[in-house]
């Protein structure tokens, strides 16, 4: 009607578009594919994990800044540093390793897979996801040994930090188990008959 202002956008002809037409782009742009996992994990995932992993190299970097000015200004190095920087980073790696690998951050031959038909993706899909599942098992295992003989010697960290080293080794069987999580994330897509790990647009060959 004259006056009224219109939201709906012409199309070439004159006419009017259908509101059904009007964003495909819109929603294609601003939607999320569905990964067919739960809201609660990739919220653990990206919110949680992600930001905390975050935190930890944030704090590796800061000390190592302290420590490289602290050498070359006051000439005095701190040995608790080194350490310190050495179990943040660990702990951060060990963390996200696990988000990571599900969303595809890692090297792998693109160029081959892209080529395979999507029957044949989907069986490697199975393979890798089951090989990664038994090494995480092993993993935790190890870690829990390992955290275990440690507590049972009383072992501490050899800088002045004098940490328990188990509560610093616990991140191995922590991180086993995250590890884990990312490939029955990708069992449970592949059980949905989903590729947990597409292609994305302009790899197919």
Known sequence: MPGTDTLTPASPHGHAAPPDAQAPDTQAAGAVQ????????????????LNVATIL??????????????RSLLSESHWWAEELVRFLVVWSVLL??????RHGHYIRMDLLLNMMPQGLRLAFSWLNSLIGL????????AGIQEVAHLHAIGMFTESNLDLPLWMVRLVLPLGGVLYGFAFVGNIILLLRGQDPDP?????NL
């Not at 569905?34 to 994990?49: A, H, K, N, V």
């Not at 190299?57 to 602290?70: L, P």
């Not at 038994?134 to 295992?141: E, K, N, P």
């Not at 292609?199 to 790899?203: A, D, V």
């Open 34 to 49: 569905p990964r067919g996992l739960p809201g609660w994990w990739s919220f653990i995932e990206d919110r949680i994990l």
């Open 57 to 70: 190299m944030m704090a590796a970097i800061g000390i190592m800044f302290y420590e490289a000015s602290s």
């Open 96 to 101: 996200s390793l696990g988000v990571g690998t």
């Open 134 to 141: 038994g090494f995480s098992v092993l993993l935790v295992v």
């Open 199 to 203: 292609p994305t647009e302009g790899e």
